[in-house]
Every structure is written in C-alpha cells, then in structure tokens.
C-alpha cells in the first residue's frame, strides 16, 4: 500500500511570511495526526483529526497556526505569520482508528524560518 | 499530562546487546510503543506492549512493568544500521481523549 505523502519536503522562508503543508494519509485510515519535532527533540501532537473532526487540538498555537481536513482525506496546516521557533520538521501521520497502536509517519516537511 | 524520560544518547559496539530505557508518569495508561527514526526519516513503528512481559520481534525486544512505569527496548546483535533514534511513545487516555505522547528520544550510535 502507498504510504503517507507529505509536500514540500522542504520549505525555507523568513519570518513572518505564511506557509503552508499538504498531507495524503494512508487510503481508509480514519485517524490523521500532525506532529511538530524540533532538532534534537521527539515529536510533539500538533493536531489529531478523526475523520474531518478535530480530537485534540491542544498544543496548536491558534494565533497562527491552522488545519483541515475538509473531506475526510486530505489535511492542510497552515502557519501564518511564521516565527524563528517555527523551524522544524512537520510530521503527518495516519492511523486505521483514534485508538490503534501502530502510527505510519509520513516523510515529513522540514521548514526553516530565518 | 503525560511524561517520559529516556537517555539522550547511547553508545555500542557492533555485535553487543544495548538496552534503552524508558520512564513515564501518565494517568489513563493503556500501553508503550517504541519508533525509530534514522537521520532524515519518517518515525517508524518498531513494538507495542500493553502488558506486563517481554515481546520479542527479531533483534529487537522490548518490555514493560506497569507497576514500575517502566519499559526498556533491548536491541541485539548491533549492526551498523541499527544507528537511528529511538522513541518510547505513551498511550494513555486523557481529557482530550486516547492519546499517543512521545519521549525526547535516544541517540544510538553504533560503532565499528
């Protein structure tokens, strides 16, 4: 089965500009999840979806960071304006269901604020 | 919330057996898992233990004591490719529902 597709793999821009991040999770996983890792640092639950309803949106910073996933499918996140402590790499992941044990991670986004 | 503390590092030699542990302190726990994650790779799934004991997948083992909030992943035979990170990940339910929270990581690096 085709994996979890991420785009750009990598994105450079200066602060305060907006970027945004594409994500194609594993066909029929309900679950879709984004994570934020910072060099050096384990990966940190941004967002979880279930289906196109947000489970957990507890750790996104909201004054400028969103994401959807309108049809179920597809995400976006968005980060508009960027900030220094932004740089990282953002990490999609899909899973069958909310409570499955076996996450599949995507390639990943690496984004540099400068 | 939850928390899990694991060494930053790790050194070993090809050939050697090297054990990588993992505390957590979490409410709602349902089970711990173990990915690794090569320089510049995707975090992939290596085990899962909900129960007490020792499951093993080939060279790699991992175990854990709930009692203990504890669990450790034992690697062995090295090889050079085994040089990743790896990350004990917590499941547990809180307010926001079942929830997979990952440690720092550890750095293991395997030597000739």
């Known amino acids: 089965e085709a994996g979890v597709a991420q785009s750009p793999r990598y994105k450079i821009i200066e602060k305060r500009q907006s970027v945004a991040f594409w994500c194609n999770p594993i066909?029929?996983?309900?679950?879709l999840y984004w994570y934020q890792q910072i060099l050096g640092q384990g990966p940190k639950l941004l967002i979880q979806f279930q289906n196109n309803g947000v489970v957990d949106d507890s750790q996104l910073p909201k004054d400028r960071f969103s994401a959807e996933r309108l049809k179920g499918v597809d995400s976006t996140l968005k980060i508009q304006p960027a900030k220094l402590e932004d740089s990282a790499v953002y990490l999609c992941?899909?899973?069958?269901?909310?409570?499955?044990?076996?996450?599949?991670f995507g390639a990943g986004s690496r984004l540099t604020v400068l | 919330g939850q928390s899990l503390e694991q060494p930053s590092e790790v050194t070993a030699v090809e050939g050697a057996i090297v054990q990588i542990n993992c505390t957590y302190q979490?409410?709602?726990?349902?089970?711990l898992s173990w990915y690794q994650q090569h320089d510049g790779g995707a975090p992939t799934f290596l085990s899962y233990n909900a129960l007490d004991g020792l499951e093993e997948t080939g060279r790699f083992s991992s175990f854990l004591s709930r009692s203990d909030s504890y669990g450790y992943l034992l690697l062995q035979e090295l090889q050079m490719k085994d040089s990743a990170s790896y990350f004990c990940a917590v499941r547990a339910w809180d307010d926001a529902g079942n929830m997979l929270t990952f440690g720092g990581g550890t750095r293991l690096m395997v030597k000739p």
């Open positions: 992941a899909s899973s069958p269901t909310s409570g499955a044990n076996v996450l599949t």
């Open positions: 066909s029929g996983h309900a679950t």
């Open positions: 979490t409410s709602g726990f349902y089970g």
